[in-house]
């Protein structure tokens, strides 16, 4: 039974489709390896970063650890774009040194509505006060993450997306 799950795994993502990396954001599966590790021989998928051109090397019984992914569906989209808009606050912790390792692990997440959660809040945020360099950092990572793959999700412009963004958080 084992290696049709293994099998099944191979074939979950192929070269050329476009997938997810949680810490690093969109990119291409541009080929797949095979490396000798410590002695043991491993199936790695070789993503390109769509943001930098960075090749990140996924060990393919470890996709599931690592949180890559498919983009998200249009349908999927259109929910992000909701929790964008929604009027609550994802965390109401107020010491700020909580408040920004709860945010942090939203964005370790890799879930497109966690990360949409950081990305509304630190908005309304930089609204209310300055943001602090980590603030910043968190609000540029989340945008970085979650901008391109809204763009590939409804089949639009990155600029289209960021022009939402502007509409949706200067109201």
Known sequence: MEPQVERK?????RVGDVAVHP??????????????????????????????????MVP???????????????????KVIG?????????DVQPW????RAYTEMLKSGSPYEIAKVL????RLKFDKNLSFGERRLLDQAKNLLVKELA?????EVSAIEGELQKIFSA
């Open 60 to 78: 393919i019984r470890a996709v599931a650890q690592v949180g890559l992914r498919p983009v998200m569906s249009n349908k999927e989209a259109d």
């Open 9 to 13: 795994r191979k074939s979950e993502f």
């Open 23 to 56: 810490a690093h954001g969109v990119g291409e599966i541009t080929a797949i390896e095979n490396r000798d590790i410590g002695g043991s021989s491993q199936d790695f998928y070789v993503l390109k970063i769509v943001e930098n051109g960075m090749r990140v």
């Open 83 to 91: 929790i964008l808009r929604a009027p609550e606050v994802a965390v």
């Open 120 to 123: 509304r809040d630190m908005y």
């Open 152 to 156: 590939l999700a409804k089949q639009v």
């Open 97 to 100: 040194n909580r408040r920004f």
